[in-house]
């Protein structure tokens, strides 16, 4: 998988987390968290793993690893091992 079909498979989509608390939407390259403000980012890949860089912190944080799999997106802080959220 490429950073070009990470932004594909995202683009112009609404994900729910797992836990049906919030709502993420994927626009271009931003990010509408529960239909709060347009927050600019880029999805970077390093030694073989996928970032997604915020402008703007969320839960604290503004770099995320991104996982995916067929089914699910999941958004771990950089340093964890459980992810903060589960987007499906």
Known sequence: MTISDIYARLYSRAYYEKTGQ???RFSD??????????????????DGVFYLQVSKQIANESLFRLEMTEEEIMLYSTNGDSPLWILE
């Open 22 to 24: 919030h709502k993420f």
């Open 29 to 46: 390259k931003a990010l509408l968290l529960d239909r709060r403000a347009t927050i600019p980012i880029a999805i970077h890949m390093l």
